[in-house]
C-alpha cells in the first residue's frame, strides 16, 4: 500500500525564482506551524495583531469539541468591514484599487473601484439598510449577481452588525424561499438581471416567485441589467432611489467576536441544506491569515479567484481575504466560454493578473479545448496559480502547471469547507514541493487525522476518513437555529473530533491527498450537493414514486448526477418524461443539479429490512459491475441484472 503511494508521488519542485519574496519559507512553515500547536495561543494572538481591534482579545483559544463549544477570540471586538476597508484608507491606501470589475462582456467598460470609493459605496448601502430598517443582528439575504454591489452588501451588513445569507444566483425560486424560511430574514438585497454568456438571469422575478411562498419585510433592488422588473409598491425600493440623501457616514458597530458575521447555506448527507454559521473573530483572523501565506500577496498585485460571492470561496477569497489584505481582487461576472474558450487567459492578460484560483472542473473544460486558446495571450504577469473544489486529477494539475503556468511556479491545491471558513490544507508557496493531485500540508493550527470506520487513529502512510482533532479560528459555530444539528452532523461520528465527510490519503512525506466524500454528498463541477435533496425534488413530482441519486466519475465535472427513478404504478418511461423530470429538478434547486442520467427502473434494491443499497447502486453507476459485493441479502435480487442490463444500455 505504501509503496504504490509512493510510486505515485511525482514531486514537482518550485522553481528558486518564485521563492524569492516569500512570506515563508520552508523553515518558516516548520517553525510556525510547530508554534501553532504547542503555543496555540501566542501564534494566533500574533496574527490577529495585525487586525485592528475596538478591544483587543485577552482569551484566545477557548474551546472544547466534548461537549461542544467553539469560542476563540472570546472577549475581543472589532468589526470585518472596518478591517477590510476603512483601516486602510486610514492607513493612507484609499487610491490603491480595490476591485477591479470585468463584466460579462469584454466590450462592456470596466471599473476600477479604489479602497475609498468601496468605502463610500460600502457607506452608502449601510445607510440605505438602515433607512430600510435593518437592525443589528438582522438576517439579510443577498441574491446577487457577480457584480461589486455583491460584494458591497456583504460588507454593508457587516459594518451595522446584520447577519448576511448571501444566496447563489444560480439557485431557483424555492430555493431562496427555503433559505429566507429558514434563518427567518426580513430582507432580502438582489439586482434586477444578472448577466451570464449574454444570457440574462432573472434575478427579481426569482425573488417575487420566492416571495409567493415566504413574507419579506422588503426587497432592496440594485439596477444592474436596465431589464424591466415588477417593483411590488410599499416592498420593493430601487437601491439608487432609496440611498439618496442617506449620509455620508456610517460609524462601524462595535460587534463582539464571538458575533455571527453570516450564515451560509450548503448540503449535508440528509435533509435540507443546513444555514453555517461563522462568526467574525475568527472568520477575520482566519481569511486574513490564510490568504496572506496561501497566496503570499504581495502589495501592487493583482489576484483573481473566478469563484462566485455566493459559495465560500467567494465570501472568503474574494471578499474578506484580499480586501482585509489591502490586496486588488478582480472580479468577473462572466463565465469562462464566453465569447470564446479564451475568456479567462484574455482576462489575465488584460488586467496582468499575478495570482490566478479557479476550480478544477474550469481547468478541465478550458483543457478541452485545446493549447491555443492559452498560447495566444500573454500570461507573463501570472506568478501563483491556485486550485479549489474538488480533487484535481493529475493529467489537468499538468496542464495548468505546463500550459497556463509555463512551468514556473506554484500550484497551491487548497482543501477546505464551507464549515473550516477558509483554507486547512494546501502547500505553502515558498515552502513546500508539489505533488500533482495532493493538497499537501496543514496550514498552520490545523491538526488532521485519518480514522477508520470504528474510528480507530491510523498512523502512517495510510488512508481513512479525515478527521481534524483541535479547533482553528476558522471553523464554524453552529448551525442556524439547530446547534443539536451541527453536534450530530460533525462531531457525533467520532466523538471529540471534528469529521470533514471526506476520505483521504497520507503519504511516506506526509502529503494529504483528498479522495472525496465518504458520505452521500456529491462534487458536480465544484458544487456541493446532497442526493437527499435531488431525491426530495424528483419524488416531489406526481409521477415519481421512489428516487436514488448517486454520483459518478464525469470527465468534466468531476462527478455526474445519476438518478434512478421508480414511477407510480401505470406510468409509462419514455424519453420525453425523462426530459420533463430534468426540467423539474433545475426548477425545483437550481441548474446546477440538473441530472445527467435518469435512469428507470420497476424497483430499488433494498435489503429486507428496507434499506436501499446505495452501495450497489453507485457501483452500477460507475460501471463497475465486478464488485457489487454480496446482493443475496436484497429483498429482490433479480432487480441487479435489470439496473445493469439497464446502465449498458445508455
Ligand atoms: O470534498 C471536499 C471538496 O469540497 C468539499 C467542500 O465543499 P464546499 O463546502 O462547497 O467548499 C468548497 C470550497 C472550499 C470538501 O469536503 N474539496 C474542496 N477543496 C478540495 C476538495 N477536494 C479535494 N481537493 C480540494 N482542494
Redesign the pocket.
Known sequence: MQETIDRQAEVVTVPESAKQGTHCTLADYQAMYQRSIDDSDGFWADQASRLDWFRAPTTIADWSFDPVDIKWFTDGQLNICHNALDRHVAAGKGDVTALIFEPDSPDTPVRKITYAELLAETIKMAGTLKKMGVQKGDRVTIYMPMIPEGAVAMLACARIGAVHSVVFGGFSPDAIAGRIEDCLSDWVICADEGLRGSKRVPLKSNVDEALKKVSARAVLVVRHTGGDVAMTEGRDHWYHELSEGVPDTCECEVMNAEDPLFILY?SGSTGKPKGVVHTIGGYSVWTETTFRYVFDYRPGEVYWCTADIG???GHSYIVYGPLQNGATALMFEGVPNYPDHDRFWAVVDKHKVNIFYTAPTAIRALMREGDAHVTKHDLSSLRLLG??????NPEAWRWYHDTVGKGAMPIV???????TGGIMITTLPGAHDMKPGS?GKPFFGVCPQLVDNDGAVLNGATEGNLCITASWPGQSRTVYGDHERFIQTYFSNYKGKYF???GCRRDADDYYW?T??VDD?I?VS???MGTAEVESALVLHEMVAEAAVVGFPHDIKGQGIYCYVTLNAGIEANDDLAKTLRQWVRTEIGPIATPDHLHFTPGLPKTRSGKIMRRILRKIAENDFGSLGDTSTLADPSLVDGLIEGRLNR
Open positions: 450548503t459559495w465560500v470561496t486550485s479549489v473544489g474538488e480533487p484535481i491545491d487548497t482543501w477546505w469547507q464551507t464549515e493538497a470533514t465527510g471526506d483528498i472525496g466524500r454528498v462534487n465544484g458544487h456541493r
